[in-house]
């Protein structure tokens, strides 16, 4: 996962990725590749505004990927709290990556 902590943009968000001419909703945190089951992502989202057709046609994808956002997400105290549990949870799965690889 390539998420500057804390920068978790809110489900709903719709961005353009770099290069792509399509855009996509976010729709989930921390997924991992079926195909790599040690490579996580910072997003699951699909297709704006077909929105999901099938579980196949989800993207994953990192922060760093996103050139643009078009529309922002729903704010509010739940989500700001689920944010801080996702923050949590993250730091524990990369201290416990780093702890493996030593």
Do not use: W
């Not at 991992?32 to 996580?40: G, I, N, Q, V």
């Amino acid at each position: 996962m390539n998420n500057n902590l804390g920068k978790f943009l809110p489900i709903g968000t719709v961005v353009l990725l770099k290069g792509a001419k399509k855009r996509l909703m976010i729709t989930g945190f921390c997924s991992f590749d079926e195909a790599k089951k040690d490579k996580a992502y910072d997003y699951t989202g699909c297709l704006y505004p077909e929105g999901i057709i099938s579980s196949k046609q989800m993207a994953l994808f990192n922060h760093s990927q996103i050139e643009k956002v078009f529309y922002l997400g729903l704010r509010d105290e739940e989500e700001k709290q689920f944010k801080q549990n996702l923050i949590n949870e993250v730091n524990k799965l990369i201290q416990k990556q780093n702890n493996g690889q030593q």
